[in-house]
């Protein structure tokens, strides 16, 4: 797919996935500003279709484990092919195995892969892949939460959506960005919208004051607050 530098000539912010099921791509990464996004060229997405390189006339892609048990695991050749012909279309970008042994995914490693060239994702299936193809390739294993999938196509869309929305271009108000949970290691104050009144529940007063100082007071306040409350270990130094 040829690389076609976005408007302000910088390059598109390439997503590549490598999957058993590429039919289900974008999905809902084709709507909303992500979509929009899309369709106006600041980032691509790229599938490969694992199948295509599976064996023999079933192009199988899978095998039972070695030492036994429950499962299939998907075969190191038939992967090595796939990740290399991911690798010639998006040469400079980080190759990750959505795992749920894997580094959990944040916010901060949204942030460094948004500003890298893109991201090359492998989705597994089944009991996962051959453990010969992550030292082989230099795969790093990324997870998106403590917990199983069945596979990781929906670990992949939430890495792509997450790093899309800090693209330059992409959020109508880049300053929305810098109040978001995370940033600053706060999760984000309460919103409020019209109308003032609802089912007996007003607005907190000061937020319809005009008085930016203390609004921007009261959320900071109200920010800590809620980060206390719900997740003090964002506040503390990470290791
Ligand atoms: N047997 C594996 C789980 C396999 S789940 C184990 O116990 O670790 C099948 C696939 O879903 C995995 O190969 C992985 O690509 C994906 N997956 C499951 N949970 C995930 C998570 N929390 N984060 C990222 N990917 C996940």
């Not at 195995?97 to 894997?102: D, F, I």
């Not at 294993?141 to 869309?157: F, K, Q, R, T």
Request: hydrophobic share 40%; proline share 7%.
């Amino acid at each position: 797919m040829a690389h076609i530098p976005t408007s302000d000539g910088r390059p598109a912010w390439r997503a590549s996935v490598l999957t058993l099921f590429a039919d289900i791509f974008p999905g809902p990464l084709h709507v909303s500003l992500v979509g929009q996004a899309l369709d106006a060229g600041l980032w691509s997405l790229t599938t490969h279709q694992i199948r295509e390189f599976g064996l023999g006339r079933h192009r199988q892609v899978d095998d039972t484990p070695a030492g036994g048990g429950a499962g299939m695991v998907l075969r190191a050749d038939v992967l090595g092919q796939a990740i290399d012909a991911a690798r010639a279309d998006n040469p400079e970008s980080p190759l990750i195995y959505l795992s749920p042994r894997g580094r959990p995914f944040d916010q901060a490693m949204a942030r460094s892969l948004a500003s890298g060239p893109g991201v090359v994702l492998l989705a597994g299936r089944f009991e996962g892949i051959d453990e010969r193809v992550i030292a082989a390739r230099g795969l790093i294993e990324v997870s998106i939460g403590d917990y199983v999938l069945s596979g990781g196509e929906l670990a992949a869309m939430v890495v792509i959506d997450t790093c899309v929305r800090l693209l330059p271009g992409v959020l109508g108000a880049p300053e929305s960005l810098a109040h978001e949970s995370f940033e600053n290691g706060l999760l984000e104050y309460p919103q409020y919208t019209r109308p003032r009144e609802w089912e007996g529940r007003s607005i907190p007063e000061i937020l319809l004051s005009g008085d930016h100082r203390a609004i921007e007071a009261w959320r900071r306040a109200e920010a800590e607050r809620i980060t206390a409350e719900r997740r003090p270990e964002l506040r503390r130094p990470k290791h």
